[in-house]
């Protein structure tokens, strides 16, 4: 049985419905006659995509430009999901079979479902009277995540072998300033800002007795290890470290970086 759309729309639930994976698993037919990798399915990208559908039935317009949320990309974006790249392709139709039958008339659908680079997609259709629907489909190109945890702990070993060849005694690995400077990096991202200003003053509240006192450091940057050349590292006073380690998705600075946040500190 298919879950009426016109529930899940409103709430902008992340679950994929029967309907939206059938054009998923048509699209993915078409890759797999070609020799192509599957799709996919990405449940934060049809949100993304189902939100955009229902917006064009609300406000009676069809278009990939939104006067709120503005392009596919922004929208992605918007919604937090790390990205290189999205393109959107839009179409009416009665059925998950007749959209998809439709839009392969359009050669730049036809290429794009099939394009390696594509890695995710995401499907989001509304109907107000579960007859004709809007349909936005939703193919991205992800910032390929990582695992940021042995990336922190690789990287403190790292620092830790220049330390001994210095004779500087080993520095820590802190949860309390890695929670810390991950939201400092966050607000970096948010804003599109290398600059923290007060967060980490903020931040650091909570846990100050600890401290005796500690800097900070921050970057946007491609590679984590770059990090590493800073002389502060060296300082022997600082024994504990925190990492804030976040893929870049804001709009005003280009895809693909990290936002780093350093914290040094000396316990008390």
């Given at each position: 049985?298919?879950?009426?759309?016109?529930?899940?729309?409103?709430?902008?639930?992340?679950?994929?419905?029967?309907?939206?994976?059938?054009?998923?698993?048509?699209?993915?037919?078409?890759?797999?006659?070609?020799?192509?990798?599957?799709?996919?399915?990405?449940?934060?990208?049809?949100?993304?995509?189902?939100?955009?559908?229902?917006?064009?039935?609300?406000?009676?317009?069809?278009?990939?430009?939104?006067?709120?949320?503005?392009?596919?990309?922004?929208?992605?974006?918007?919604?937090?999901?790390?990205?290189?790249?999205?393109?959107?392709?839009?179409t009416k139709a009665t059925s998950a079979i007749k959209a998809h039958q439709q839009l392969m008339l359009d050669?730049?659908?036809?290429?794009?479902?099939?394009?390696?680079?594509?890695?995710?997609?995401?499907?989001?259709?509304?109907?107000?009277?579960?007859?004709?629907?809007?349909?936005?489909?939703?193919?991205?190109?992800?910032?390929?995540?990582?695992?940021?945890d042995k990336l922190m702990t690789d990287f403190v070993a790292g620092v830790n072998a220049d330390r001994r060849?210095?004779?500087?005694?080993?520095?820590?690995?802190?949860?309390?300033?890695?929670?810390?400077?991950?939201?400092?990096?966050?607000?970096?991202?948010?804003?599109?800002?290398?600059?923290?200003?007060?967060?980490?003053?903020?931040?650091?509240?909570?846990?100050?007795?600890?401290?005796?006192?500690?800097?900070?450091?921050?970057?946007?940057?491609?590679?984590?290890?770059?990090?590493?050349?800073?002389?502060?590292?060296?300082?022997?006073i600082y024994t504990l470290i925190g990492l804030g380690v976040l893929p870049n998705d804001n709009p005003k600075?280009?895809?693909?970086?990290?936002?780093?946040?350093?914290?040094?500190?000396?316990?008390?």
């Amino acid at each position: 049985m298919l879950i009426p759309l016109a529930f899940i729309i409103p709430c902008f639930a992340q679950d994929i419905a029967p309907i939206e994976q059938t054009v998923i698993d048509l699209i993915n037919a078409e890759r797999e006659a070609l020799g192509r990798p599957l799709l996919e399915a990405d449940g934060a990208l049809s949100g993304v995509a189902r939100s955009h559908s229902y917006e064009m039935v609300k406000e009676n317009y069809f278009g990939h430009k939104s006067r709120t949320t503005g392009g596919p990309l922004d929208r992605a974006r918007q919604a937090r999901i790390p990205t290189k790249s999205v393109y959107e392709h839009i179409t009416k139709a009665t059925s998950a079979i007749k959209a998809h039958q439709q839009l392969m008339l359009d050669k730049a659908y036809s290429s794009n479902i099939v394009e390696r680079d594509y890695e995710r997609i995401g499907v989001g259709m509304f109907s107000p009277d579960e007859e004709n629907y809007h349909v936005t489909i939703l193919l991205s190109v992800p910032i390929h995540s990582k695992n940021f945890d042995k990336l922190m702990t690789d990287f403190v070993a790292g620092v830790n072998a220049d330390r001994r060849s210095l004779n500087l005694p080993e520095m820590e690995l802190s949860k309390d300033l890695n929670r810390v400077a991950l939201d400092a990096a966050r607000f970096m991202n948010q804003k599109g800002l290398l600059f923290v200003g007060d967060t980490i003053t903020t931040g650091m509240k909570s846990i100050e007795l600890s401290y005796r006192s500690y800097r900070t450091k921050y970057w946007f940057i491609t590679s984590i290890e770059k990090a590493r050349k800073e002389k502060l590292l060296s300082e022997a006073i600082y024994t504990l470290i925190g990492l804030g380690v976040l893929p870049n998705d804001n709009p005003k600075k280009g895809a693909g970086s990290l936002w780093v946040v350093m914290i040094l500190a000396q316990p008390k």
